[in-house]
């Protein structure tokens, strides 16, 4: 934490504004950070065992097991339920609505096998974050109508259906019922979740049985490293060192070319002449060779947050002959333009 914005929180907590009498507004609006260099702990290696999630406005990080999560349950006015999108979990739904007569026959034909060349796009969600275009569809108000899924966690095997489950998800109020179980369980578990507006998912795991804190308050994060379901030609591929925005709550980034104009030199004048991009992959990979040569170090992005900060962001090293250590990638951001 920068030494100013480290005197401005002891100010506040010890008691420095308290000549402030009773009917004065004693709020005190801490500003965004100006920047800072971090370095985000993955967990190290490829396919590291880490999420990171970077809110550049406090400089801050939220570390979480990519892998602790199976469903998350959206908060907003619709109903969708996405798939762990960190792993490489796959899903496929049945013609059936009731849970408790879907069992290992149901699975003959069906393969959810994923990635090295293996599946669909139709078996994940939508790469760019488009929840009209999840592979479980839109939960119904009528309970009647929304259909059982298959699904396969990352740790289950693709040849073994007896480790995969079954899922229903209806609608409960404002909220959902999940109920569950694996393939030859015959004994259904029920949970209810409910809308959060503070955040974008309620995130729930199979394994567990239990919900779990994942992502941070939806405008306390601006972007997530990680291990990340994406694409390669017309099929599902993984990527390490993926990054993503939180594009429902706003947040767009511009990639921006050096040659153009360099990162040091950019400044407010220079943000009208980008072109911002909303969706899940607006950085993705684009920062990073697949192999041998690490970062591209001509290319930077611009970050507008949810509450209309610019910030102007680079990416140090993650170890591929750039000095860095793979799956502890470095960054480094600054505040371009602030929105008050």
């Known amino acids: 934490m920068k030494l100013s914005r480290l005197f401005l929180v002891l100010a506040i907590g010890t008691g420095l504004f ?13 500003p965004p950070s100006d920047g800072s260099q971090l370095t985000l702990n993955g967990g190290g290696g490829t396919g590291s065992p880490n999420t990171v999630y970077v809110d550049f406005s406090s400089d801050s990080t939220a570390t979480r097991a990519r892998a602790s999560w199976s469903l998350g ?22 013609s059936k609505t009731d849970i408790n007569t879907v069992n290992i026959s149901d699975t003959a034909g069906i393969s959810l096998a994923i990635g090295q060349g293996a599946g669909t796009l139709s078996m994940i969600d939508d790469v760019y974050g488009d929840l009209t275009k999840t592979v479980i569809a839109e939960v119904s108000a009528t309970a009647s109508a929304n259909h059982v899924y298959l699904v396969k966690p990352e740790n289950a095997s693709a040849a073994d259906p007896a480790t995969w489950y079954k899922i229903l998800v209806t609608r409960n109020g404002d909220g959902y019922t999940l109920q569950y179980a694996k393939l030859k369980e015959t004994t259904i578990k029920t949970a209810n979740i409910a809308k959060d507006n503070n955040y974008n998912f309620t ?41 993503v925005i939180n594009q429902y709550v ?58 209309g900060n610019y910030y102007k962001l680079k990416f140090v090293s993650m170890g591929l002959n750039d000095g860095g250590t793979r799956g502890y990638p470095v960054i480094e951001y600054k505040l371009v333009k602030s929105a008050s």
């Open 18 to 30: 308290s000549a402030c009498s009773k009917d004065e507004d004693t709020t005190v609006v801490i």
């Open 250 to 307: 706003g947040v767009t980034a511009a990639k921006v070319d050096s040659n153009t104009v360099s990162y040091n030199n950019f400044k407010a004048d220079h943000i009208a002449a980008q072109t911002f991009v909303s969706t899940r992959d607006a950085i993705g990979g684009s920062w990073r060779a697949t192999t041998g040569n690490g970062i591209y170090k001509n290319f930077y992005y611009i970050v507008k947050d949810a509450n």
């Open 203 to 243: 995130f729930f795991s199979l394994d567990n049985g239990a919900t779990v804190n994942v992502e941070p308050k939806k405008t306390q994060w601006d972007i997530a490293w990680s291990y990340a379901a994406y694409y390669t030609a017309t099929i599902p591929y993984f990527f390490s060192d993926f990054v």
């Open 73 to 94: 349950f959206y908060s907003g006015s619709s109903y969708r339920v996405v798939l762990n999108s960190f792993t490489s979990m796959s899903a496929v739904a049945l």
